[in-house]
């Protein structure tokens, strides 16, 4: 949806830290989701943020919420070559999830 | 436990065809979803239901419809296929708003 934006690609190498940036307009959505999707694949929820929190970590995963800014990011430790997935981020509202249009990430060895 | 499941995988329609996509979850959710994906646009909400007997529109429902037949089922309509409804469709179901499940999804081409 236009109202969450993301960057549409990002190459890192095997091992390196990645991290996926999500700007979001509505500054009433309650939690903040990050999905992942494989090819051919569905969606997988990989993580979710509450709105009152500013960081979650979760083994290589950690979302840091900048609610001012309305900045959501994604960073994946230790970036393997099973993390090559298209990701999104999503805001909720009212049950309805609203989401960007996913960023490809590639990781090259 | 299957989660949530589509029917069918693939379709492929001529212009002015109708079909009914299929979607079930067996966990017992209130709430389902159809979504629509197309390249560089994300998902975009078509329908959803927050509970049995109850369906609402979301951000692009024109030329669709959907009936919740039950609390298991979810069921997407197109009457008079396009081919600007070439997109992949999926089915989403969730008991409260922090999550929802999604459905492997259905390739659905309108020539």
């Known amino acids: 949806g236009e109202d969450v934006e993301q960057s549409l690609f990002l190459s890192v190498r095997e091992g390196d830290s990645s991290v996926i940036n999500c700007t979001y307009t509505d500054s009433s959505s309650t939690y903040l989701y990050w999905y992942k999707q494989e090819p051919g694949a569905g969606l997988q929820l990989l993580t979710y943020?509450?709105?009152?929190?500013d960081m979650k970590q979760d083994q290589r995963l950690t979302v840091l919420l900048n609610k001012k800014d309305k900045h959501l990011s994604l960073r994946i430790a230790d970036t393997q070559t099973g993390d090559s997935a298209i990701y999104f981020c999503a805001d909720e509202r009212d049950y309805k999830l609203s989401f960007g249009a996913g960023t490809t990430v590639t990781v090259r060895a | 436990n299957a989660g949530v499941t589509q029917t069918p995988k693939f379709q492929v329609l001529k212009t002015g065809q109708s079909m009914t996509l299929q979607c079930a979850q067996d966990?017992?959710?209130?709430?389902m979803y159809w979504y629509r994906q197309d390249p560089g646009m994300g998902l975009r909400l078509i329908y959803y239901?927050?509970?049995?007997?109850?369906?609402d529109k979301g951000e692009v429902p024109n030329g669709y419809n959907v009936s919740r037949l039950n609390k298991r089922e979810f069921s997407l309509r197109l009457e008079s296929a396009a081919p600007s409804q070439t997109s992949v469709y999926f089915c989403?179901?969730?008991?409260?708003?922090?999550?929802?499940?999604f459905g492997p999804g259905t390739r659905l081409t309108v020539l």
């Open positions: 966990m017992n959710h209130n709430s």
């Open positions: 239901s927050a509970s049995e007997g109850t369906t």
């Open positions: 943020i509450f709105s009152n929190m």
């Open positions: 989403a179901s969730s008991e409260s708003e922090v999550l929802q499940f």
